[in-house]
């Protein structure tokens, strides 16, 4: 199907829209199987579609759509987005409609659509790739690194098709293979191999054109490199030189070529400058190669060197630098500095392609250099520098065998490159050949590896741990990482809900402890967040460690593209020591006389998760829980056909509030029926059908605990109720409001488990809960889903420290939250979205709450904060104090 007959037949449907088979029209424009589509059609056994609620279509890898009633349809697909499905089946395109407006997120790329439908034939191109045309993409910031990428992508996909590698010896073999053809692209245009393109040239005019006799060609040139002496060989083998260092020392089989690949392992060499790689850059970019999965994100794959230098300069490269700019006048303690730089050992446990050794590697020589320079300066002997510093001082871990091997390569390359500067700046450097050992990167999994064997200590040592760990959430975990979790938390029960990087930052707590080693990793955000505060942060303590310095939550950004996903911290740790901590912000620092953690300046504290309120505050509890399969919640033109058929069914329906409901102000509707109407229900056909359907569903379950709800299936499986109204509180909110929204509810609502509820319409809690302090608490101790604050009773609420105060000082701070629920009624065409929007909420709204806050703010001290870091001091003296040795 080409791009003319796409759009015609998309303009085509949009001249007669019916939304309950617009999804499957939508998907016959763009020419899926017909066969495919009735599939996703139907209901039961041998169905495509995956979603469990009746106006959604889930189809595995290709698509993820619901049409609403809702004008809100921003906030419809932000829930989509969040939606643990994705995740799990990968749509290409999520999608939500109305009846006027489509909106679509294309996971791939990110690339967003805002359009009406009526317009929707101006965007048809959007959903291109389920045609099979794929939108170009933005290239990264170096086309060298990109193009060389892209090349190899090719050459490996021809390889691959004549070779494929199964077992785990032909893959090891193939990735080794890559490694070498790298290295010998690199060597021919770097001054490696003279004269240049001696190696593409060679296979050029070597072998045969069929490419038949390649493999041998190969062979015979790897085993010559790995030949010092070579008497007696022809001339067009010994033109390569010794290379030595491990890379072809190995004896492993080339693959096939034919015709095409030979061609492509010429045009790879012969169109390609090489010396314009970035060994940094190109290590990961090549990862993507071999993981056809990343090819979308070569070139957007890597750790950025920004992000790089966040680790390192606090963790070691900035003290260094400053011992440098203070001893620039003294021959005798610049020679101490490089005896210093000599003895420094780095290592990262999980180090990929190795980013972030070669930017430190690179980083320290260029410090050597600077120290050498000025050396000459005061020197009156002619000194003549040698570099000092060796790939031998750097170690990595890695679980991957390709990227291990990458990441050899690439500390290679670097090496060279830096010789090359060297030599430019002080006319000699030690020969490129034959290559030193870099056997300190290994393929192992790094949480079962003892660190302590692998890399020693010795009394001259100073040694630097960093990277970027994996981390994958409690939820996302293969079970061997949760046996990696189990190994380091030595079995308690904590490390079932912990992610995946504590084990990197309690090893390395252990291996640091006692020697003159630091480190520093980046870590997704919730490890300073919520209840993992106090699964972690005791066991790297510990250890006699304290944190030495921390960037805040930040997002990843290494290109713009498919790095929204992603809020980051970074912690370094090392021994405790009578010395100044960093805390790095968004654009400065301070320096600070302890950091806790939850990376706020202040004593060490952690908030535990707890049953019990630790103010004086009602019991806070989550809402009622349907476990129906969909049949007791309806839409509210649902439940008006029903009474309009039977009037007498009024009184068994109720609104039906959730987080997404209140924040939109649109309530759902449920059968909310007590055992004295039960009769009354089953005379109404269409209501025990819906009865009859939920005793089903429940039965159905492999879940005893359903099966029993069985027995009342004309209720929700879980109820919670009042005698009076109530206060509702959405279990997720987002990061941009400063304010938790919260509202009252009147007696015949019903609050589902997708929010928490107070059975109390009480002023006083009304005003706590939505003061900014309250917020900040949350926002520091509650956790995130990725940058969305998640709201937690045990968490938030019953750990919220509150004082003692007068009841004239409870009756302001009633009154003044009163004032906050006359202004909302005040506005009844705005949800409670629009009036938290931070770019638009009322000028009167917002002033109310910050007299709200003020007086909230008098319950502590009658003096104002001076900044958020001063109110989570106190926050977290009240909290020690009201807890006691709890703790400890």
């Known amino acids: 199907m080409n791009i003319a007959q796409v759009e015609e037949k998309v303009r085509t449907l949009i001249c007669d829209i019916d939304q309950a088979e617009f999804l499957f029209n939508l998907l016959d424009c763009y020419g899926k199987p017909k066969a495919s589509i009735t599939r996703l059609k139907i209901v039961g056994k041998g169905s495509y579609n995956l979603a469990k609620n009746a106006d959604e279509v889930l189809w595995k890898k290709q698509v993820y759509f619901k049409a609403t009633d809702s004008d809100k349809l921003l906030s419809v697909i932000d829930e989509m987005k969040h939606a643990d499905v994705v995740a799990k089946h990968q749509p290409r395109f999520i999608i939500a409609i109305n009846h006027s407006q489509l909106l679509a997120i294309d996971t791939k790329t990110a690339d967003t659509l805002d359009v009406s439908l009526a317009e929707l034939n101006n965007k048809f191109d959007f959903f291109l790739p389920w045609a099979g045309l794929e939108k170009a993409q ?37 990735n080794v293979f890559l490694s070498r053809i790298l290295f010998c692209y690199f060597a021919e245009d770097t001054g490696i191999f003279e004269p240049q393109k001696l190696f593409t040239n060679h296979i050029a005019s070597h072998t045969a054109v069929d490419g038949n006799d390649l493999d041998d060609y190969l062979s015979k040139i790897f085993d010559v490199m790995n030949q010092e002496h070579r008497k007696g060989l022809p001339d067009y083998i010994t033109d390569f030189p010794y290379v030595n260092g491990g890379l072809f020392a190995e004896k492993l089989p080339v693959p096939k070529f034919n015709r095409k690949s030979r061609a492509m392992l010429i045009e790879c060499g012969a169109d390609l400058n090489w010396s314009e790689i970035n060994p940094d850059i190109f290590g990961s970019m090549i990862q993507a190669v071999v993981d056809p999965g990343q090819r979308g994100n070569m070139g957007m794959h890597y750790t950025s060197v920004p992000n790089i230098m966040k680790v390192i300069e606090p963790l070691f490269l900035n003290e260094l630098k400053e011992d440098f700019e203070k001893q620039t006048d003294s021959k005798s303690k610049l020679e101490q500095l490089l005896l210093r730089l000599e003895h420094l050992k780095i290592f990262d446990p999980a180090c990929g392609s190795g980013n972030f050794l070669i930017i430190a590697y690179k980083e320290l020589r260029q410090l050597e250099m600077a120290i050498f320079k000025r050396l000459q300066e005061l020197s009156k002997d002619g000194l003549i520098p040698l570099s000092r510093i060796k790939l031998s001082q750097f170690y990595g871990i890695e679980l991957d065998d390709f990227a291990h091997e990458v990441a050899i390569l690439s500390l290679w390359l670097a090496e ?52 970027n760990p994996p981390y994958l959430g409690a939820r996302n975990q293969e079970p061997d990482q949760k046996s990696d979790l189990a190994l380091v938390f030595e079995d308690d029960e904590e490390f079932k809900d912990s992610d995946y990087v504590c084990c990197w930052f309690i090893k390395a707590a252990k291996f640091i402890s006692g020697k003159s080693a630091k480190y520093a990793f980046v870590a997704t955000n919730s490890i300073c967040q919520g209840e993992q505060v106090a699964y972690l942060w005791p066991r790297v303590f510990s250890h006699n460690l304290e944190i030495d310095f921390a960037y805040t939550s930040f997002k990843w950004t ?54 019990h309120v630790l103010s004086d505050f009602p019991s ?142 009480d002023p006083i809690l009304f005003g706590i809960i939505s003061s900014k302090l309250h917020g900040l608490w949350v926002r520091t101790v509650g956790g995130q889903l990725e940058t969305r604050l998640r709201y937690s009773a045990e968490i938030c609420y019953n750990t919220f420290p509150f004082p003692d105060v007068s009841d004239k000082k409870k009756k302001i701070v009633g009154e003044k939250s009163m004032a906050i629920v006359a202004i909302r009624e005040g506005y009844p065409e705005l949800s409670i979205e629009d009036l938290y929007d931070p770019g638009s909420m009322p000028a009167d709204l917002l002033q109310a709450h910050q007299e709200l806050d003020t007086v909230v703010e008098q319950c502590y001290q009658l003096k104002p904060f001076y900044s958020d870091t001063e109110r989570m001091e106190t926050l977290f003296k009240l909290y020690e104090k009201m807890t006691g040795t709890q703790n400890a």
């Open 620 to 761: 806070m509890v989550i809402g009622c829980m349907a476990r129906d399969g969909g049949n007791l919640i309806l839409k509210p033109e649902e439940r008006n056909s029903i009474v309009k058929d039977y009037p007498k069914s009024k009184p068994l329906f109720r609104k039906l509030y959730g987080t997404q409901e209140f924040i939109d102000g649109n309530p759902r509707q449920c059968l909310w029926i007590e055992d004295e109407q039960l009769d009354l229900a089953r005379s109404i056909p269409p209501i025990k059908a819906r009865i009859d359907a939920c005793y089903d569903f429940r039965m159905r379950s492999k879940a005893k605990t359903t099966n029993g709800y069985a027995k009342i299936a004309h209720k929700f499986a879980q109820r919670v109720a009042g005698k009076g109204g109530s206060i509702i509180v959405p279990k997720t909110s987002s990061e941009r409001r400063e304010y938790v929204p919260v509202g009252y509810m009147d007696k015949d609502s019903v609050i589902t488990d997708a929010a928490f509820v107070v059975f109390k319409h």
């Open 558 to 611: 290494n290109f713009a593209k498919n790095n929204a996903g992603v809020t980051c911290v970074i912690v370094g740790v090392r021994n405790r020591e009578e010395k100044a901590k960093l805390l790095f912000g968004q654009d400065s620092y301070k320096a600070v006389k302890n950091i806790n953690p939850y990376l706020i300046e202040g004593k060490d504290v952690y908030v535990r998760r707890t049953s």
């Open 138 to 174: 933005a290239q990264s910031e170096n086309p060298a690194d990109v193009k060389a990428a892209e090349k190899m992508a090719k050459l490996f996909d021809l390889l691959r098709d004549n070779n494929a590698a199964k077992t785990t010896q032909e893959i090891h073999a193939q």
């Open 416 to 467: 060279h490159q830096m010789n090359q500067k060297f030599k430019a700046s002080f006319g000699n450097c030690a020969p490129a050949l034959p290559l030193k050992s870099s056997g300190n990167v290994i393929a192992n999994n790094a949480v079962q590896v003892d660190w302590d064997d692998f890399i020693s200590a010795t009394a001259e040592n100073e040694i630097y741990l960093l990277g």
